[in-house]
Protein backbone atom coordinates (compact mmCIF):
# COMPACT_ATOMS: atom_id res chain seq x y z
CA UNK A 1 0.00 0.00 0.00
CA UNK A 2 1.21 3.28 -0.75
CA UNK A 3 2.38 5.66 1.85
CA UNK A 4 -0.08 8.33 2.57
CA UNK A 5 2.62 11.51 2.69
CA UNK A 6 4.50 12.35 -0.47
CA UNK A 7 7.99 11.98 -0.45
CA UNK A 8 9.88 14.47 -1.77
CA UNK A 9 12.85 13.24 -4.80
CA UNK A 10 15.29 12.81 -2.20
CA UNK A 11 13.18 11.08 0.73
CA UNK A 12 12.16 8.92 -2.06
CA UNK A 13 15.59 7.69 -3.22
CA UNK A 14 16.45 7.32 0.55
CA UNK A 15 13.14 5.34 1.09
CA UNK A 16 14.23 2.98 -1.83
CA UNK A 17 17.39 2.71 -0.80
CA UNK A 18 16.49 1.22 2.53
CA UNK A 19 13.98 -1.37 1.05
CA UNK A 20 16.56 -2.33 -1.62
CA UNK A 21 18.81 -2.99 1.95
CA UNK A 22 16.68 -5.52 2.90
CA UNK A 23 16.89 -7.50 -0.26
CA UNK A 24 20.84 -6.92 -0.32
CA UNK A 25 20.86 -8.06 3.21
CA UNK A 26 19.41 -11.24 2.53
CA UNK A 27 21.87 -12.03 -0.33
CA UNK A 28 24.68 -11.21 2.12
CA UNK A 29 25.34 -7.51 1.33
CA UNK A 30 24.02 -5.19 3.64
CA UNK A 31 24.49 -1.98 3.32
CA UNK A 32 24.12 -1.08 7.11
CA UNK A 33 27.89 -0.84 7.51
CA UNK A 34 27.66 2.43 4.87
CA UNK A 35 23.90 3.44 4.88
CA UNK A 36 24.67 6.50 6.91
CA UNK A 37 27.65 7.64 4.39
CA UNK A 38 25.38 7.31 1.39
CA UNK A 39 23.53 10.58 -0.02
CA UNK A 40 21.54 10.29 -3.09
CA UNK A 41 20.34 13.13 -5.54
CA UNK A 42 18.82 14.05 -8.96
CA UNK A 43 20.67 15.52 -10.75
CA UNK A 44 23.33 15.47 -13.45
CA UNK A 45 26.65 13.72 -12.87
CA UNK A 46 30.15 15.34 -12.56
CA UNK A 47 31.72 15.90 -16.15
CA UNK A 48 28.59 14.51 -17.66
CA UNK A 49 27.61 16.64 -20.81
CA UNK A 50 24.25 18.08 -20.14
CA UNK A 51 21.25 17.11 -23.02
CA UNK A 52 23.66 14.76 -24.59
CA UNK A 53 21.67 11.79 -26.46
CA UNK A 54 24.08 9.51 -24.61
CA UNK A 55 23.63 10.44 -21.15
CA UNK A 56 24.80 8.69 -18.43
CA UNK A 57 21.54 7.46 -16.31
CA UNK A 58 23.34 7.11 -13.19
CA UNK A 59 26.34 7.12 -11.24
CA UNK A 60 27.99 6.57 -7.92
CA UNK A 61 31.17 8.84 -6.79
CA UNK A 62 34.05 7.31 -4.68
CA UNK A 63 33.91 8.71 -1.28
CA UNK A 64 37.91 9.60 -1.25
CA UNK A 65 36.65 11.81 -4.21
CA UNK A 66 34.14 13.36 -2.22
CA UNK A 67 34.78 16.50 0.57
CA UNK A 68 32.44 15.16 2.79
CA UNK A 69 33.85 11.33 2.50
CA UNK A 70 30.45 10.65 1.48
CA UNK A 71 29.36 8.00 -1.60
CA UNK A 72 27.46 10.35 -3.48
CA UNK A 73 24.62 8.82 -6.06
CA UNK A 74 23.10 11.17 -8.68
CA UNK A 75 20.14 9.44 -10.22
CA UNK A 76 20.04 11.76 -13.98
CA UNK A 77 16.65 13.87 -14.06
CA UNK A 78 15.92 12.59 -17.58
CA UNK A 79 14.36 9.41 -15.73
CA UNK A 80 11.15 9.70 -14.41
CA UNK A 81 9.93 6.07 -14.87
CA UNK A 82 10.17 4.59 -11.71
CA UNK A 83 11.12 1.29 -12.33
CA UNK A 84 13.51 2.61 -14.24
CA UNK A 85 15.38 4.98 -11.47
CA UNK A 86 14.97 2.26 -8.64
CA UNK A 87 16.47 -0.28 -11.29
CA UNK A 88 19.36 2.47 -11.62
CA UNK A 89 19.80 3.44 -8.09
CA UNK A 90 20.14 -0.65 -7.54
CA UNK A 91 23.32 -0.52 -9.81
CA UNK A 92 24.79 2.46 -7.85
CA UNK A 93 24.11 0.97 -4.68
CA UNK A 94 26.42 -2.42 -5.83
CA UNK A 95 29.08 0.34 -6.84
CA UNK A 96 29.15 1.59 -3.17
CA UNK A 97 29.05 -1.68 -1.63
CA UNK A 98 31.83 -2.86 -4.27
CA UNK A 99 34.04 -0.04 -3.07
CA UNK A 100 33.47 -0.35 0.60
CA UNK A 101 34.47 -4.03 0.63
CA UNK A 102 36.65 -3.84 -2.49
CA UNK A 103 38.40 -0.61 -2.55
CA UNK A 104 41.31 -1.59 -5.21
CA UNK A 105 38.89 -3.26 -7.30
CA UNK A 106 38.43 -1.44 -10.88
CA UNK A 107 34.78 -0.05 -11.05
CA UNK A 108 33.01 -3.20 -12.99
CA UNK A 109 35.67 -5.76 -12.28
CA UNK A 110 35.31 -8.77 -10.77
CA UNK A 111 34.00 -7.95 -7.34
CA UNK A 112 31.37 -5.87 -8.44
CA UNK A 113 30.04 -8.86 -11.48
CA UNK A 114 30.43 -10.94 -8.17
CA UNK A 115 28.34 -8.87 -5.93
CA UNK A 116 25.72 -7.98 -9.15
CA UNK A 117 25.33 -11.58 -9.50
CA UNK A 118 24.61 -12.54 -5.66
CA UNK A 119 21.96 -9.43 -5.40
CA UNK A 120 20.33 -10.66 -8.45
CA UNK A 121 21.29 -8.23 -10.72
CA UNK A 122 21.97 -9.41 -14.59
CA UNK A 123 24.19 -7.72 -17.56
CA UNK A 124 26.44 -8.23 -20.05
CA UNK A 125 29.97 -10.14 -19.43
CA UNK A 126 31.29 -7.19 -17.59
CA UNK A 127 27.98 -5.78 -16.37
CA UNK A 128 28.40 -2.71 -17.60
CA UNK A 129 24.41 -2.17 -17.83
CA UNK A 130 23.68 -3.96 -14.90
CA UNK A 131 20.00 -4.08 -14.10
CA UNK A 132 17.10 -6.60 -11.96
CA UNK A 133 16.97 -9.61 -13.21
CA UNK A 134 13.05 -10.45 -13.45
CA UNK A 135 12.86 -11.48 -10.33
CA UNK A 136 14.34 -8.61 -8.35
CA UNK A 137 12.23 -6.45 -10.63
CA UNK A 138 9.21 -7.88 -8.65
CA UNK A 139 11.00 -6.99 -5.23
CA UNK A 140 11.32 -3.84 -7.00
CA UNK A 141 7.55 -3.62 -8.16
CA UNK A 142 6.78 -3.94 -4.53
CA UNK A 143 8.60 -1.08 -3.44
CA UNK A 144 6.98 1.44 -6.03
CA UNK A 145 3.78 0.54 -4.35
CA UNK A 146 4.71 0.93 -1.31
CA UNK A 147 6.06 3.90 -1.77
CA UNK A 148 4.82 5.30 -4.37
CA UNK A 149 5.84 6.87 -8.01
CA UNK A 150 9.15 8.23 -8.45
CA UNK A 151 8.13 12.52 -7.32
CA UNK A 152 9.74 13.61 -10.75
CA UNK A 153 9.09 14.56 -14.27
CA UNK A 154 11.43 13.94 -16.67
CA UNK A 155 13.87 17.04 -18.33
CA UNK A 156 14.55 17.09 -21.79
CA UNK A 157 16.98 20.21 -22.16
CA UNK A 158 16.85 18.98 -26.28
CA UNK A 159 13.17 20.22 -26.40
CA UNK A 160 14.29 24.02 -25.86
CA UNK A 161 17.44 23.94 -28.33
CA UNK A 162 16.77 25.13 -32.47
CA UNK A 163 18.05 23.24 -34.84
CA UNK A 164 21.54 24.70 -35.50
CA UNK A 165 21.66 26.44 -38.93
CA UNK A 166 24.73 26.73 -41.16
CA UNK A 167 26.59 29.72 -40.62
CA UNK A 168 26.74 32.08 -43.28
CA UNK A 169 30.34 34.00 -43.61
CA UNK A 170 29.92 36.81 -44.95
CA UNK A 171 32.40 38.57 -48.14
CA UNK A 172 33.41 41.64 -49.31
CA UNK A 173 34.86 42.75 -52.70
CA UNK A 174 36.95 45.65 -52.85
CA UNK A 175 34.35 47.22 -54.89
CA UNK A 176 31.85 47.07 -51.99
CA UNK A 177 30.07 43.99 -53.10
CA UNK A 178 28.72 41.42 -50.05
CA UNK A 179 28.12 37.56 -50.67
CA UNK A 180 27.63 35.23 -47.94
CA UNK A 181 29.36 31.26 -48.40
CA UNK A 182 29.23 28.62 -45.94
CA UNK A 183 32.45 28.04 -43.75
CA UNK A 184 32.52 24.54 -45.91
CA UNK A 185 32.79 25.89 -48.75
CA UNK A 186 35.35 28.15 -48.14
CA UNK A 187 37.28 25.27 -46.34
CA UNK A 188 36.23 22.95 -49.92
CA UNK A 189 36.54 25.44 -53.03
CA UNK A 190 38.64 28.53 -51.42
CA UNK A 191 37.46 32.20 -51.41
CA UNK A 192 34.99 32.88 -54.53
CA UNK A 193 36.63 35.86 -56.65
CA UNK A 194 34.71 38.95 -57.72
CA UNK A 195 36.63 41.75 -59.85
CA UNK A 196 38.75 39.57 -60.87
CA UNK A 197 40.03 39.18 -57.03
CA UNK A 198 39.78 37.07 -54.67
CA UNK A 199 36.98 38.40 -51.65
CA UNK A 200 37.89 38.69 -48.26
CA UNK A 201 36.16 38.00 -44.71
CA UNK A 202 34.21 41.10 -44.26
Known amino acids: MKTETKLNR ?24 IRSNIQMSCGYSPNSRVGSKNATLGVHIDPRASATGKHEIFLNPIMSDSLKVIDVLAHELVHAIQTHLYPKDTEHGRAFVKICKAVDMTGSKKFAQAEASEDFKKDLKNIISEIGDYPHGAINLNAKRKKQTTRMIKLECHCGYIARSSGGAIITYGLPSHCGVEMQVA
Not at 10 to 31: M, P, Q
Open 10 to 33: EAWLNKATDLINNHYAKKGYSLDD
